[in-house]
């Protein structure tokens, strides 16, 4: 919302340039209010609902981090499953060695921030498709190295100690609160991100990489520092997972469908746009919860969905939002309006808006 | 004796690891398109084989001439429907139609076919048989002419593509899709042939995967997919016979690191390929390195 004012000599050449192009101290407070209701929640319902809105803060977290790989960044990996899973065993070592699940949740995440180095180092001489595989094969690897090793469940996986004593109303609150906190978190370091320096580059890559890297941005950092914070995030989100499902098991945590899942709801939901991954995880959860009984056909009408919006409707859902109502919920862009036609064009942004 | 058996029994893997995979390398060869329902796709291959076997009575083999036709028609509707308008709209949007097409159909034949394995002519001599060299080397017939037709495979192809005017119409598409375009070719008709030709190769590695070992519908993206990119990224990308080669070296590494420790099979296939990747990120015999 910064304004830069131009002295009002001549109307054609006042400019204005906004981030937004509605004012969005409305949005931020609707989201404050969000949060707060959300946190409230555990005092209000029953813990049925709450156990299916962390189901609904993972993939929302998944996909976020799916939304900035791919979205913006432009890779796609279909190995985040290797986080969520290190991130589910991380929280369970530093569990095994005394430390509350709780207090382990921000550590595994972090410790999946760093593994994520080597493993960069490792899928980024790939580009496009063989990253997409190749990282797939890391997840896969990642997981028959854990199962190797017997202290911590081998191939079955273990129970999540540390839990002893806690009242079962009081764990359903704390993991609910731990899955909130993760999301909000997520999303906000989405949204700094992409508003910051990098946040431009990486707008950049989205719109044209050749172009981006012809002007001099430095693709390869902003690809090492997504993939890192993807990695931090999916950590996280692994960690509110095995919490939530008091244990850890190799091939549930490690499984390629949470990729299939972050993957749909975020191009359901409209990729490269921070609003996508919300709308698609609603769409996700209601498709889960109304197919539930039948079994594996959610993934069949996720996967059809997502072929139909990826050939037909590129920005997803939001994208149809946006395009009628011409609202940015989470403005990361810059928007330039002169000051005697109402009319603009974004900056840094080429075809979509950002 | 027992390493010598290992070595032989992983070079022989590398035939069918070689079949999984020179249909990927094709098609992003010839089209730029990373199939990541190329897996599921073998494994459908397979289920079909099945089900004509199970409805027609014909003999194993005989199933063969059906199901690699088949599936290459799939392949060509594929390439003219699904990926010619996902690639028309990018590389993104091309790894998405695929991934979600690998989703639907191995979530399709979870719910139709039940996570139950199946496997292929399990009676017959030609897959339980082997030749006995000396007391502990074995080789299996159903290796032996998986590996013979892997070979005649990838030659087959190495003289479709250099050597007939079709393979020739090909290679120019890939090279320059305008430029063969403006000559007259039909691009989008050559690379729903190239995609038909890859899905034959794919229906030959799903029929063979179904008779050395079992299918189920999650075969498809644990092992077959992961397989075939393994055995691509280790031979070097783009090259065909680089397929057999990435593959003997994944069959081999796999089998090593089974003598070494029943469980370790999978692990120390995908560290060689890790190893590969650090130190030779180019393939053992590409001339590009990245793509």
Not at chain 2, 276 to 284: I, K
């Amino acid at each position: 919302m910064s304004v830069i004012a131009q002295p009002e000599t001549r109307a054609a050449q006042t400019f204005r340039v906004t981030r937004s192009r509605r004012n969005v101290v409305w949005t931020g407070a609707g989201a404050l209010i969000a949060v707060v209701a959300l946190a409230d929640l555990p005092y209000r319902v029953y813990s049925g609902t709450t156990s299916l809105l962390v189901q609904a803060f993972i993939v929302l977290t998944l996909a976020s981090m799916w939304n900035l790989l791919a979205g913006y960044a432009g890779l796609v990996s279909v190995g985040q499953q290797g986080f969520v899973g290190l991130g589910a065993y991380f929280v369970l070592i530093f569990a095994l060695h005394g430390l509350s699940p709780f207090a382990a949740l921000p550590v595994a995440a972090i410790a999946c921030g760093v593994a994520a180095l080597p493993l960069w180092w490792l899928v980024s001489r790939l580009r496009s498709g063989y990253f997409a595989i190749a990282t797939w094969v890391l997840a896969a690897t990642l997981m028959l190295f854990i199962e190797r090793f017997n202290s911590l469940g081998g191939g079955t996986g273990l129970p999540l100690p540390g839990f002893t004593g806690m009242s079962p109303k009081l764990l359903t609150a704390y993991t609910y609160w731990a899955g909130l906190a993760v999301t909000v978190v997520a999303l906000l370091a989405v949204y700094l991100l992409l508003r910051s320096r990098v946040g431009l580059v990486l707008t950049a890559i989205r719109d044209d990489e050749v172009a981006a890297r012809s002007s001099g941005a430095r693709v390869g950092l902003a690809r090492l520092l997504v993939f890192v914070v993807a990695g931090v995030g999916c950590g996280a989100a692994g960690a509110v997972l095995a919490i939530s499902q008091l244990q850890v098991q190799p091939s549930a945590d490690f499984s390629v469908s949470w990729t299939a899942e972050m993957a749909f709801a975020t191009i359901i939901g409209g990729l490269g746009t921070i609003e996508g991954p919300i709308i698609g995880t609603v769409v996700y959860m209601v498709l889960q919860q109304t197919l539930q009984n039948f079994n594996a056909w959610y993934l069949i009408i996720l996967g059809l969905v997502a072929i139909v919006v990826a050939l037909f409707a590129r920005r997803g859902l939001w994208g149809l939002v946006d395009s009628r109502l011409n609202i940015r919920l989470f403005p990361v862009g810059y928007w330039l309006r002169s000051g005697r036609t109402e009319g603009g064009g974004t900056v840094g942004s080429g075809a979509n808006p950002v | 004796m027992a390493w010598v058996n290992a070595i032989i029994q992983g070079v022989l893997t590398g035939g069918l690891y070689a079949l999984f995979a020179c249909g990927l390398s094709l098609m992003f060869g010839v089209m730029k398109v990373v199939n990541l329902a190329h897996g599921d796709l073998a494994v459908v291959a397979g289920y079909v084989g099945v089900g004509i076997i199970t409805v027609t009575h014909i003999p194993v083999l005989w199933s063969f001439l059906i199901v690699v036709p088949v599936m290459a028609v799939v392949g060509y509707a594929l390439q003219r429907t699904l990926i010619q308008s996902a690639l028309n709209r990018g590389v993104l949007t091309t790894l998405i139609v695929t991934l979600g097409l690998s989703m639907v159909i191995e979530n399709a034949l979870l719910e139709f076919f039940t996570a139950n394995s199946r496997g292929i002519g399990a009676s017959m001599t030609l897959v339980t048989g082997s030749f006995s060299l000396g007391s502990q080397v074995e080789l299996p017939y159903l290796l032996l002419l998986i590996f013979a037709v892997a070979v005649a495979v990838l030659l087959g192809l190495q003289w479709f593509l250099s050597g007939s005017s079709y393979g020739r119409l090909i290679r120019a598409v890939a090279d320059d899709q305008e430029a063969a375009q403006l000559s007259g070719a039909n691009y989008a008709h050559v690379f729903g042939i190239a995609a038909a030709l890859a899905l034959g190769t794919v229906a030959l590695g799903g029929m063979a995967f179904g008779m050395y070992s079992t299918l189920d519908p999650t075969a498809g993206t644990d092992t077959i997919l992961l397989f075939a990119f393994v055995a691509v990224v280790i031979g070097g990308l783009g090259s065909l016979w680089g397929t057999l080669l990435g593959g003997i070296v994944l069959g081999v590494a796999q089998q090593i690191g089974a003598q070494i420790n029943i469980s370790d099979e999978l692990l120390a296939g995908y560290l060689v390929f890790l190893l590969v990747l650090v130190l030779r990120p180019q393939g053992l015999v590409s001339r590009r390195a990245q793509t």
